[in-house]
């Protein structure tokens, strides 16, 4: 069986570090907001390339905070990627705004540069782009936009640690909203999250609006959260960011095993010069997509689909959403994502490789 994923397999090398990490901090006996949270933030934003990076819960909340943080008025439009997963839309939502979708370029699965400007509205405030499947968006002609329409740059890079446009790292174009689910290539042992910025103004501002939006104790300025990056997972997200170029490394090269040996029957990530890709996902694409997972898993290989159903589809999202999105529907009824993780060999991908090429339907 070669299974999708398996953190206790992606993890193990680096386990007696992890043990060390927790030793120390419970010899600590600081738990909250301490030495750990502050070392990770300098060590990420010197990764990121940023002056500030903020520590908080979760990727949902780091969109949540950074998109409060600017204190928009209150019916400001969102521009936000129709082809992604819901917690992008759901932050837009959360903050009372609306979300406005653009349908993603059918190549690169990211927002179509080409579609954002006939959604601009006056109350049209950021462009929240999401760089999926560890892939960056197209930025320059996005930015060109963004500065045009004096709109912020929002980028959720809850996949795409590392990933690079044109040799600059994502997440220091705009404001950087990252995820670090267990999952995600940069991955905590449970729920973290961070925001990344050259703004000193606005790195105060997400400090307040994660500590009830107090910056001096007792003192609150803002309306807060409870979103702290937890001490336990900044010390052990510092010991995974050690090997983090080596697992982005090792991802790539399971990407390149796939993109060789892939019959051109199935639909694979496009490759391009300037896009410095992480592969947090491969994935392909295919007409009888659900056949094609069914028939893998009868020869001993898991896979999963990235995602089922479509944002404007979920019911959540009824009476929020409006219009039609067919590029964004035809990814999710086509995408299926192969197993591609740090604990798989060239051997697991080439077998892989091996059954896909024999399905014949
Ligand atoms: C994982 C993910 C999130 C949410 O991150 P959490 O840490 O699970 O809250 C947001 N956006 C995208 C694109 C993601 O993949």
Redesign the pocket.
Known sequence: MIEYENLKKVNEKIFSQYRESFDQFINSGWYILGNNVTTFEKEFATFCNTKHCIGVA??????ILAIDAFDFPKDSEIIVPSN??I??ILAIVRNGFKPILVEPDIVTYNIDPLKIEEKITTKTKAILV?H?YGKPCDMDPILTIANQYDLKVIE?V??AHGAKYKDIIVGSFGVG?F???PT?NLGALG???AITTNDEEYEKKIKSLRNYGSLMKYYNDDLGYNSRLDEIQAGFLSVKLRILDDITRHKRELAKIYLENLSDKVIKPSVHEEFYDVY?IFNIRHPKRDELKAYLLNNGIKTEIHYPLASHRQKAMQGIIEGEYPIADEIHNTTLSLPISYSHSEKDIMAVCYEINKFTI
């Open positions: 979760s990727g949902l909340d780091a969109l992604t997963y917690a992008t999401v999926l959720d809850a996949q909203c995820s670090f689910y995600k729920d973290a999250g947090h």
